[in-house]
């Protein structure tokens, strides 16, 4: 067109141009073509300005391009304030996309220029990805005092934001006083009892929608069939099950997923494995929701098989495709196999800044005992979260690196992380694996006072099982009377064996009498400590009758496994 036309300057070509490089991402095109409409001097064009503004707000690197030339222009639009909250959502910069519309409210930019339906769809939306629920709220009364709740579509988004933050019930009040409802609409809320555990009223909802011959579409029945398999309801499931093969839905690839997923946590595995070996191959979401069934269902050695077939198809895995594969060899203890996969996150440069798939390696690594691997993978992450450090504090603490653990959570803290609940059940694991007793108690008291962190039953039975190990009983029993909830069968449990290393046996006699809980349980770890304590007294005619009770009622100790590097 250049060649035939050298100078044509119609500003809709231009503007058309770069709505192109924006969504091509073709970054050096844009700006030459920004260098050629000042050129022409079509840079006071409303419309090649807020492409211009939509093109440099699409990338990270380029927004002060788009404040520069935002700022620059006199005469702004409210497509051109648009642009700018829209990028800004995107960047997850919520606080300055609601300072554009105040300023908007306000006049900044002109009396004219004013919020329209679009402006609200932008942010209720960013507060949906965002999480931000006050500000939702407040939009939603800013809709109302300007006439627009009951446009349908903003009406939808709110549906979608309630929902989604667990309000259900704000949700249901604007689906009902909604004057026109679409499909959008009936989906918006199957989804969110759905995903607030309500599966009755999901269910009635879609009957309702049938009855009113509103039309089903994958989206219903994907959402239907969450429910199922969120409630392990198979009856139900195979009934959608069957609307979906009345509706020819059966192959689309969210809805075959999603019949694999409902039947695998229905524990029906052979009927998620028929259901896929129906669907068509080349989609890796099909593989990916088989290797999430069989790991949910305990089957990660069956998970691991599908990896050859996979890589016999040349299909492409994707992070969750590498995310289940790592699960699988954490769940086996398969290092080779964990190498594997390592390897293949590795070779795919689109996983290699992934935090969730750096985390999911340390956690693997560590619970087939190398952590060497896992030291590497964690040095080697440009980023890390709590959870990169929690794996490598607990993986520390499991394989017997008592010390190393707590090094590693000193450098968390001086790093500027801030450590949650997981990370003290991990570090005070580690003072009593190593007895560290003085470090662990201290650890106790930071968690509580320093961190605000409220002690659970697992933070308390690592400090009652450090003191007993130690041979500090009575520190233990003091510690069990200050506890802020009832001590378990469990306490009791690490109690009593200290009692007994130690031998305090008269102690160990009165817990092993007294306790109600531990008489009422059938565990056979309890039977066990308590016939051992017997055995340590000399009350033998005692440790006979727990032996044979425990032969009555067929206990079985867990078998142990141990993981090899």
Not at 85 to 102: E, K
Not at 416 to 430: E, H, Q
Request: charged content about 20%; some cysteine; hydrophobic content about 45%.
């Amino acid at each position: 067109m250049r060649s035939v036309i050298p100078f044509h300057n119609d500003p809709f070509i231009y503007a058309s141009l770069i709505k192109a490089c924006n969504k091509a991402q073709a970054l050096l095109e844009g700006k030459s073509i920004h260098c050629r409409v000042i050129r022409l001097g079509l840079d006071y064009n409303v419309n090649v300005l807020n492409s211009l503004v939509s093109f440099y707000m699409g990338s990270l690197n380029l927004m002060s391009y788009a404040a520069v030339l935002f700022d620059g222009i006199s005469e702004k639009s409210v497509v051109t304030v648009n642009c700018m909250i829209s990028g800004n959502i995107n960047r997850g910069n919520l606080d300055v996309a609601m300072s554009l519309f105040v300023k908007m409210l306000s006049g900044c930019f002109g009396l004219h220029v004013k919020p329209n339906y679009v402006t609200f769809l932008i942010l209720i939306s960013g507060c949906v990805e965002l999480g931000g629920f006050r500000t939702g709220n407040a939009l939603h009364c800013c809709c109302c005092k300007m006439g627009f709740d009951c446009n349908l579509e903003i009406c939808n988004v709110l549906i979608d934001l309630y929902a989604k933050l667990g309000c259900i019930f704000d949700a249901a009040s604007v689906f009902r006083d909604m004057p026109r409802k679409d499909l959008i609409s009936w989906n918006a809320m199957i989804s969110g009892y759905a995903n607030c555990g309500d599966f009755a009223q999901a269910f009635s909802l879609f009957r309702e929608m049938r009855i009113e011959d509103v039309g089903v579409d994958k989206v219903s029945f994907s959402c239907l069939l969450s429910a199922c398999a969120a409630g392990k309801d198979l009856c139900l499931g195979r009934m959608i099950h069957a609307h979906v093969k009345a509706n020819g839905l059966e192959f689309d690839v969210s809805v075959g997923t999603a019949l694999i997923s409902m039947y695998a946590r229905c524990g029906k595995v052979e009927y998620a494995r028929k259901l896929f070996d129906e669907m068509p191959k080349p989609n890796i979401e099909y593989w990916n929701a088989m290797i999430h069934a069989y790991i949910e269902n305990g089957l990660a050695r069956e998970a691991l098989n599908l990896l050859d077939q996979i890589k016999f198809r040349e299909i492409k895995p994707d992070e969750v495709t590498i995310l289940g594969l790592i699960m699988a060899c954490r769940d086996t203890g398969e290092l080779n196999q964990g190498i594997l996969v390592h390897s293949i996150v590795e070779s795919g440069e689109f996983l290699k800044g992934s935090i969730i798939l750096g985390n999911a390696l340390i956690d693997m690594y560590a619970k087939c005992g190398s952590m060497t691997k896992a030291r590497a993978v964690f040095d080697r992450m440009s980023q890390k979260d709590v959870i990169s450090w929690t794996s490598m504090i607990v993986g520390h603490a499991v394989n017997g690196g008592g010390v190393k653990s707590l090094a590693t959570f000193k450098l968390m803290c001086a790093e500027k992380f801030v450590p949650n609940s997981v990370t003290f059940i991990g570090v005070l694991s580690a003072c009593d694996h190593a007895g560290l007793v003085d470090e662990g108690r201290k650890l106790y008291d930071m968690m509580y006072n320093d961190y605000h962190i409220k002690p659970q039953i697992e933070h308390c039975g690592c400090v009652v099982d450090m003191l007993a190990r130690a041979g500090k009983i009575e520190d233990a029993q003091i510690f069990i009377r200050q506890m802020p909830m009832e001590p378990n069968a469990l306490i009791w449990r690490m109690l009593m064996n200290g009692c007994r290393v130690h031998g305090h046996i008269n102690l160990g006699l009165t817990l092993v009498t007294g306790i109600t809980e531990l008489n009422a349980s059938h565990e056979s770890a309890d039977f066990v400590i308590s016939s051992n304590i017997y055995a340590e007294a000399g009350k033998w005619g005692d440790v006979v009758s727990h032996r044979n009770f425990m032969v009555v009622q067929r206990d079985r100790k867990a078998a142990g496994k141990s993981y090899v590097s």
